[in-house]
Every structure is written in C-alpha cells, then in structure tokens.
C-alpha cells in the first residue's frame, strides 16, 4: 500500500504526512524520486489544479497519487489571491513578499471588514484513471501585522479569532488538528480507508 505525495511544497509535505500518519498506507513524496512531473497550473480552480497534480503524478509514476491545491481567500478582495496564492506578489516571491503585499492592499482597511479563510482541495487519482476530491475551509481575519515564526505562507497574517493567534503562532499539533488541510485530509482519508485496492 503506497501513494505518492504530489508536492513540491516541503511544508505541505510534513503538514499532510503528519495528518495522515494514522493511515495504514506508505506515503513516498514525490521529491524523494531523481525526475517527477511538474504540472502546469492553469486550472480555474483549486479543484481542477489539484486534479491535474494528482492525475499526471499518477500516470507518470503508474501509482495512486495524491495532491493538494490551495490558498487564502479574502472577502474584501473578492476571493484573491486564491488559486493565485503561491505567486501573490510575482512568479518566484518569498512567502514575505506576499504578506507584504496582501497587508499593504489591506491598509486601511478595518479589523471587522478582514475576514477570510483558507481553502484546501485534496485530490487523489489511480493509475487506471479514477479521481476522488475532498475540501476544506477554516475562516479566520487578516491580522495588521505579522505575528508568529511556525507554518508557512500567509500563516503569520492569519489571525484565528478563537485562539487569540495567527497558525504562525498556534502549534503544529493544534494548526494540524483544525487546519483547511486537516478537513480536507480527514474526508479523504474515508474515503482511502473504503479502496480495496489501494
Ligand atoms: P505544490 O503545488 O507543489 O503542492 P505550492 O506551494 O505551489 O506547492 P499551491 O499551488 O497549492 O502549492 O499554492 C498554495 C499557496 O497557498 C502556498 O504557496 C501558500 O502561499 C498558500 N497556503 C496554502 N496552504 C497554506 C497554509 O496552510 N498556511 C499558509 N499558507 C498556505
Ligand atoms: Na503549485
């Protein structure tokens, strides 16, 4: 029993291993291969750039597959960055890059008209050409400033109101228990659990 973790992303890659190490399957990241596919996201949606990952992983690897797509959605911005959420501020930015940008178009703007949320879309694809999707969401605010050195991306700016901290502040253990991804993962983790032949 193995699936091949189609990421790039090392943080995503520890995030997911972490929330799926009660599986009973091996989990073999893709990087750990000399040559894997990179997939072209040019989907309109998480859905689609998720399905791509997973599918073409799949296929290259004739093994089950499984990817992420996802980003952080701001109401007041009409759902950007979104699937635009790697590259917010330029092809190749630092994850501050994007923060900068993201709280500078947000200046101004105040504490109660901040709301977003993070949105992950898991896709996992069988090598004869099956597809299984699960999402998740968790709804939080676009702190003023930076606060917090753990996660990744836009975690510092992430203000989560029932625990007084951003996901840069929180632990892994808690960010992992109720993170966009941690949803997303326990939904397709029924679903793995019913495949008889993964
Ligand atoms: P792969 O496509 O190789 O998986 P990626 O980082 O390019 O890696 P995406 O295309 O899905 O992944 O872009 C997701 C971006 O959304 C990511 O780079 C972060 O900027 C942001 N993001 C996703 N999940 C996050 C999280 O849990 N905390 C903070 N930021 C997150
Ligand atoms: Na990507």
Redesign the pocket.
């Given at each position: 029993k193995e699936i091949v973790l189609?990421?790039?992303?090392r943080h995503?890659r520890e995030?997911i291993k972490s929330i799926l190490k009660d599986l009973d399957i091996k989990i073999i990241p893709m990087t750990s291969f000399a040559d894997y596919p990179t997939t072209i996201?040019d989907g309109a949606t998480f859905e689609e750039?998720a399905s791509k990952?997973a599918r073409e992983t799949a296929e290259f690897f004739r093994k089950w597959a499984i990817?992420?797509?996802?980003?952080?959605e701001v109401d007041c911005l009409n759902g950007r960055p979104g699937i635009y959420?790697?590259r917010y501020a330029g092809e190749n930015c630092s994850?501050e890059d994007?923060n900068k940008k993201l709280l500078a178009e947000l200046k101004g703007v105040p504490e109660e008209k901040r709301t977003a949320n993070?949105r992950?879309v898991i896709a996992v694809a069988s090598p004869d050409g099956r597809l299984f999707l699960a999402d998740g969401k968790i709804f939080g605010t676009i702190k003023k400033y930076a606060a917090g050195t753990d996660?990744?991306?836009?975690?510092p700016v992430?203000y989560i109101p029932e625990y007084g901290k951003t996901?840069a502040e929180i632990s892994y253990e808690i960010?992992n228990s109720l993170?966009?991804?941690a949803k997303a993962l326990q939904k397709i983790k029924k679903i793995i659990k019913n495949l008889s032949n993964l």
């Open positions: 189609a990421t790039g992303n995503k995030e996201e750039n990952k990817a992420d797509d996802s980003g952080l959420s790697a994850y994007n993070f992950t996660g990744f991306g836009y975690d992430f996901f960010k993170s966009h991804r």
